[in-house]
């Protein structure tokens, strides 16, 4: 593939000049505004540089006689001059034909330049279009667009779906990259943790903002102990700032059959934790305030002992904006954060943030929650859930 960059005071020369040099096959990867010229920075003219590139196929052509002259022996010695005659022309010499496939090395090259070019594209998140890779990684850039993934990670993928269609032979439909982007994602996660409680810690806390569903995740996890797994369970909250919630979670308590323990400081906490200690697993309900406000986690470290035998969930919420998860996300990271729990996946149709903090901050997901059911809507999380997820699979994990 032959790269070029152009500049053009605007798109209709800067497309004079890609027809001139690379024919009317050329595409466009990409373009911007520069400024070029000046003098001592003022003055300076706006151009458009664009980046086209063009993917020669070999055709095979009438091979064109070149008229070569040699040199024909003399008849006789006397002769001084040679007669000139017309001889065949060398192969190393000939035009319009293709001497040979490019070599690997040659290839490698190219896709190591568009892998180059790639990183410069801006994605649609910055307010641009997408640009014209070959339609099935056009399609596949739409979604990842479409799905608020990161530019960083976009930028990953696309650049090996490029290699990868390349060495394919340019050949491979949407439904070969998709599966590409697959395994691309699911080796995004391979090392990270995944999954429900494990039980190999007594203790299991819920933290997060007010509002993302704290309360009703911890009763479904609670269920889920009870009714799947069998074990003898207990409550304890410490949110003492709403009466609604410690009333709403002994009601879930009593459906249950579960004991639950109020907690207003640290020693109250100490008792609840020997009142249970014949329990198989304690799960621990916290309040929800302002996460901007970073005396409410100091309150918390007060109240709760964080470094005895403790699993912590931080709940985010997916209808929240990015920059707040990871403001939240900021905030909590004073207490060891273990897991992450996306709730009001049903209200919503973009999962990217999900990806995002995962890869932002390598910590797993345990849990995702798709309504308000108690003990339903909810799920334990893997990479094929995720990935199913995003890229709008159904799944029945």
């Not at 209709?12 to 050329?26: F, H, S, T, V, Y």
């Not at 640009?131 to 739409?142: A, D, G, K, L, T």
């Not at 470290?301 to 709940?315: E, G, H, Y």
Request: proline fraction near 4%.
């Amino acid at each position: 593939m032959k790269v070029k960059k152009f500049v053009a005071p605007s798109m209709p020369e800067a497309m004079k000049k890609i027809r001139a040099e690379l024919g009317n096959d050329a595409v466009i990867l990409n373009s911007k505004m520069v400024q070029t010229g000046g003098f001592l920075g003022f003055f300076k003219k706006k151009n458009l540089e664009v980046i086209a590139a063009i993917d020669p196929k070999p055709k095979v052509e009438p091979k064109p006689v070149v008229k070569e002259k040699v040199k024909k022996m003399p008849t006789t010695a006397s002769r001084q001059e040679f007669d000139e005659v017309e001889a065949p022309p060398s192969t190393e010499k000939r035009t319009g034909v293709v001497q040979k496939d490019k070599s690997t090395d040659d290839l490698m090259k190219e896709i190591n330049e568009l892998k180059m070019l790639i990183k410069g594209i801006p994605s649609a998140q910055e307010g641009h279009k997408a640009y014209n890779f070959p339609e099935p990684i056009q399609s596949v850039q739409r979604l990842l667009d479409e799905q608020e993934v990161n530019k960083n990670l976009q930028d990953k993928w696309l650049s090996k779906l490029i290699e990868k269609w390349y060495i394919a032979g340019a050949r491979s439909d949407e439904k070969n990259i998709q599966q590409w982007l697959k395994e691309l994602i699911d080796s995004e996660m391979e090392s990270i943790q995944f999954g429900g409680i494990s039980f190999v810690k007594k203790y299991v806390n819920v933290v997060g903002p007010t509002g993302v569903g704290k309360t009703t995740t911890l009763a479904k996890i609670a269920a889920e102990c009870v009714i799947k797994h069998k074990k003898k369970v207990a409550f304890i909250t410490t949110d003492t700032y709403r009466i609604a919630a410690i009333e709403q979670l002994k009601t879930y308590a009593s459906i249950l059959n579960i004991p639950i323990e109020v907690c207003y400081n640290l020693e109250d906490f100490k008792k609840a934790k020997e009142a249970f200690s014949d329990y198989d697993i304690v799960l621990i309900d916290t309040a929800g305030r302002n996460f901007r406000n970073q005396q409410y986690v100091e309150d918390l470290k007060k109240i709760i002992d964080f470094k005895s035998d403790m699993q912590t969930f931080l709940v985010l919420s997916l209808t929240s904006k990015q920059r707040d998860m990871m403001e939240i996300y900021k905030q909590f990271s004073l207490i060891t954060i273990d897991q992450f729990i996306f709730t009001k996946t049903d209200e919503t149709e973009s999962y990217g943030a999900i990806l995002n903090m995962i890869t932002q901050y390598n910590k797993g997901v345990a849990y995702l929650t798709n309504g308000q059911n108690v003990p339903d809507d909810m799920i334990p999380a893997s990479p094929k859930v995720l990935t199913n997820l995003l890229l709008g699979v159904e799944t029945h994990e």
